[in-house]
Structures are given as structure tokens and as C-alpha cells.
């Protein structure tokens, strides 16, 4: 079992930055991949981005060149640097992480709320 502990989201005016942050604990050494999905209202979960145990990295294209996605894998914590953010980045967002045998775990959302 794999428990994730999100934190960082709230409340930032258009083109302003915040910092998402996903702590694991539990069975570590099973994790390969973690990431960020998200969900607006009335939208389906999206991928944002996501960062393998090798360093590979993938993001959805609204997101290019404004997120950032990094790991610290001593911390087990695996970070989203939102910067330029949009209104249209509104969304809970979650921590999500895949083990080596493919089981998923998600983390439980935080609210990203942009005003304009």
C-alpha cells in the first residue's frame, strides 16, 4: 500500500505561480512513476504531468513551458511548479502513483482556483 499526502493548492490570480507537493509513504520501493492528474468540473481526470523512477518525463501539452514536474525520491515527494497559470488550470488536482506491478494510488485532490 502506497498513502499520499498532497499539499499547495489554493486560490491565485491569473499569471501568478503555486507549488503542488505529493508525499508517499508506505511500500516506497514499489513506486515507478508519479504524476499530477487533474479535473475541472464537468471534465474528465487529465493527465498534467508525470516523472518515472529514471527521470522520464512527460506533460500534456496545455501545460508545456508554464509546469514544471520534479522528484525528490530521498523525500519520496514528487513536486508541480505551476507557473502563468490560466483560468482554464481551475481543477482539483491529484497525486497519482503506478508501482512496478502496476497498481495505482491516488492521492486525495487539492483545489486549484484561479481568478482573473
Known amino acids: 500500500q502506497v498513502q499520499l499526502v498532497e499539499s499547495g493548492g489554493g486560490l491565485v490570480q491569473a499569471g501568478g505561480s503555486l507549488r503542488l507537493s505529493c508525499a508517499a509513504s508506505g511500500s516506497i520501493a514499489s513506486i515507478n512513476t508519479m504524476g499530477w492528474y487533474r479535473q475541472a468540473p464537468g471534465k474528465q481526470r487529465e493527465l498534467v504531468a508525470r516523472i518515472t523512477t529514471g527521470g522520464i518525463i512527460n506533460y500534456t501539452d496545455s501545460v508545456k513551458g508554464r509546469f514544471t514536474i520534479s522528484r525528490d525520491n530521498a523525500k519520496n515527494t514528487v513536486y508541480l511548479q505551476m507557473n502563468s497559470l490560466k483560468p482554464e488550470d481551475t481543477a482539483v488536482y491529484y497525486c497519482?502513483?503506478?508501482?512496478?506491478?502496476?497498481?495505482?494510488?491516488w492521492g486525495q485532490g487539492t483545489q486549484v482556483t484561479l481568478s482573473s
Open positions: 497519482n502513483v503506478r508501482t512496478w506491478t502496476g497498481q495505482i494510488y
